[in-house]
């Protein structure tokens, strides 16, 4: 999002705050959504994942407060302003939207801050429920806002560690540290190569145009209704195959040591798929990161269509929605491409060349109304910068 842009939603949301709250709010922050570019469902077997910012964003205008009193507004749902006491805040109360942003107070609470109420304002261009990762965007935007406001002095990694804890405590959703890290952290023009065990990270270039190519996304739009409790069997899966094989988690196997872990594990075929995956998922971000810091970015492609290969076969997590765009694009010419997020619906990205992007994408849409499925959602995606205050 150029700076024009973003000032430019920086300014309506303070606006429709000051309309909403009677007063201008204290400052305007913005946190972006994601994709993964590469390592997936590794960030709960403290492995490696590549996610880059989206120029979606979630945009927050917020006021502190003194009294105790959250009031929270988003401009994407309806419903009008909420109104919650700090004191009454508690984990799994609350099923609404309202639970992200009151998840975070409570998180920062519970760690020992002194923070004393707000008013929030909020509006979304990352689309929800996508893969992309709008409830960390919502999380994320919150805590750097409250962090500024209350001179917390947390630093990006710290920010994503308390969002986490809101969404896997206060929401009860038991998702991993990816999301909030890369919303937090990730730079424009990179893709952000993080270690989940340390949250030790690094910044690698990644400016597809300056080689004449793209990464496109592609939301099938679709979300399949078993996809939370098949995510919850995937994290059991990968516990058990750390305990049968001894070690703290599965970012402990070395690739060189997979088969000997395989062969271990015996007749127990379901975690066995479950190990080969994520070990492998690992040794591809590092090829990937090899490759991207040697100058050798249209080598990644290969190495994205192996992943997907690997979700689809192995995890089993894909979806024929998902399936079709990555056959369709290969097919087509493209680079790679793999389903991105957790799985079961969601989005997909495919690397191409510049010049056949009409074209793929052309041939993923028509691939897709020949199998009668809702047309997806295709844009391109450009590394965008990480949370960050707009005024
Ligand atoms: P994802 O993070 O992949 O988009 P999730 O299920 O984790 O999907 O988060 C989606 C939820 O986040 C929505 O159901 C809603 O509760 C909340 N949410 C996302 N965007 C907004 C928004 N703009 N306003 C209010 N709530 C939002
Ligand atoms: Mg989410």
């Given at each position: 999002m150029s700076e024009a842009v973003a000032d430019k939603a920086a300014g309506a949301v303070a606006e429709r705050f000051t309309e909403l709250y009677g007063a201008e709010p204290h400052g305007v922050w913005a946190a972006p959504g994601r994709v993964n570019l590469i390592g997936e469902h590794t960030d709960y077997n403290d492995g490696f994942v590549m996610p880059f910012a989206l120029p979606h964003q979630a945009v927050a205008a917020v006021s502190r407060r003194a009294d105790g009193v959250l009031r929270l507004h988003s401009e994407d749902v309806e419903g009008g302003v909420r109104e919650l006491r700090l004191d009454d805040l508690s984990p799994e109360s609350d099923k609404n939207w309202t639970a992200y942003p009151a998840g975070v107070v409570w998180a920062l609470r519970e760690a020992g801050h002194a923070v004393t109420g707000a008013d929030i304002h909020l509006s979304s261009t990352v689309p929800s429920g996508a893969g992309l990762s709008s409830s960390a965007a919502l999380e994320v935007v919150v805590a750097l806002a409250l962090n500024d406001l209350f001179s917390l002095d947390l630093r990006g990694w710290q920010l994503a560690r308390l969002c986490q804890r809101a969404e896997n405590v206060y929401v009860g959703a038991p998702v991993g540290i990816m999301d909030q890290t890369a919303s937090a952290c990730c730079e424009a023009g990179h893709a952000l190569f993080l270690d989940t065990r340390d949250l030790s990270q690094r910044q690698i270039p990644f400016d597809l145009a300056a080689e004449g190519m793209r990464l496109i996304v592609v939301d099938t739009q679709v979300k399949h209704s078993h996809s939370e409790g098949e995510y919850g069997k995937r994290r059991a899966g990968c516990e058990k195959g750390a305990a049968l094989l001894g070690v703290n988690a599965l970012r402990d196997i070395p690739y060189a040591d997979l088969d000997a872990a395989l062969a271990r594990l015996g007749d127990e075929e379901e975690v066995r798929r479950l190990v080969r995956h994520i070990v492998t998922e690992n040794e591809r971000v590092e090829r990937v990161v090899s490759l991207l810091e040697s100058g050798e970015t249209r080598a990644i492609g290969p190495v994205l269509a192996e992943g997907h290969a690997s979700l689809r076969?192995?995890?089993?997590?894909?979806?024929p929605e998902l399936d079709l765009v990555v056959d369709t694009a290969l097919a087509s010419g493209a680079l790679g491409a793999r389903m991105t997020g957790g799985g079961f619906g969601g989005s997909a990205i495919v690397l191409a060349e510049e010049p056949d992007v009409d074209a793929l994408t052309k041939a993923i849409q028509e691939s897709f109304a020949a199998a009668g499925f809702t047309a997806p959602r295709v844009f391109e995606a450009v590394p965008a910068a990480g949370a960050r205050r707009l005024r």
């Amino acid at each position: 999002m150029s700076e024009a842009v973003a000032d430019k939603a920086a300014g309506a949301v303070a606006e429709r705050f000051t309309e909403l709250y009677g007063a201008e709010p204290h400052g305007v922050w913005a946190a972006p959504g994601r994709v993964n570019l590469i390592g997936e469902h590794t960030d709960y077997n403290d492995g490696f994942v590549m996610p880059f910012a989206l120029p979606h964003q979630a945009v927050a205008a917020v006021s502190r407060r003194a009294d105790g009193v959250l009031r929270l507004h988003s401009e994407d749902v309806e419903g009008g302003v909420r109104e919650l006491r700090l004191d009454d805040l508690s984990p799994e109360s609350d099923k609404n939207w309202t639970a992200y942003p009151a998840g975070v107070v409570w998180a920062l609470r519970e760690a020992g801050h002194a923070v004393t109420g707000a008013d929030i304002h909020l509006s979304s261009t990352v689309p929800s429920g996508a893969g992309l990762s709008s409830s960390a965007a919502l999380e994320v935007v919150v805590a750097l806002a409250l962090n500024d406001l209350f001179s917390l002095d947390l630093r990006g990694w710290q920010l994503a560690r308390l969002c986490q804890r809101a969404e896997n405590v206060y929401v009860g959703a038991p998702v991993g540290i990816m999301d909030q890290t890369a919303s937090a952290c990730c730079e424009a023009g990179h893709a952000l190569f993080l270690d989940t065990r340390d949250l030790s990270q690094r910044q690698i270039p990644f400016d597809l145009a300056a080689e004449g190519m793209r990464l496109i996304v592609v939301d099938t739009q679709v979300k399949h209704s078993h996809s939370e409790g098949e995510y919850g069997k995937r994290r059991a899966g990968c516990e058990k195959g750390a305990a049968l094989l001894g070690v703290n988690a599965l970012r402990d196997i070395p690739y060189a040591d997979l088969d000997a872990a395989l062969a271990r594990l015996g007749d127990e075929e379901e975690v066995r798929r479950l190990v080969r995956h994520i070990v492998t998922e690992n040794e591809r971000v590092e090829r990937v990161v090899s490759l991207l810091e040697s100058g050798e970015t249209r080598a990644i492609g290969p190495v994205l269509a192996e992943g997907h290969a690997s979700l689809r076969d192995d995890f089993r997590i894909s979806c024929p929605e998902l399936d079709l765009v990555v056959d369709t694009a290969l097919a087509s010419g493209a680079l790679g491409a793999r389903m991105t997020g957790g799985g079961f619906g969601g989005s997909a990205i495919v690397l191409a060349e510049e010049p056949d992007v009409d074209a793929l994408t052309k041939a993923i849409q028509e691939s897709f109304a020949a199998a009668g499925f809702t047309a997806p959602r295709v844009f391109e995606a450009v590394p965008a910068a990480g949370a960050r205050r707009l005024r």
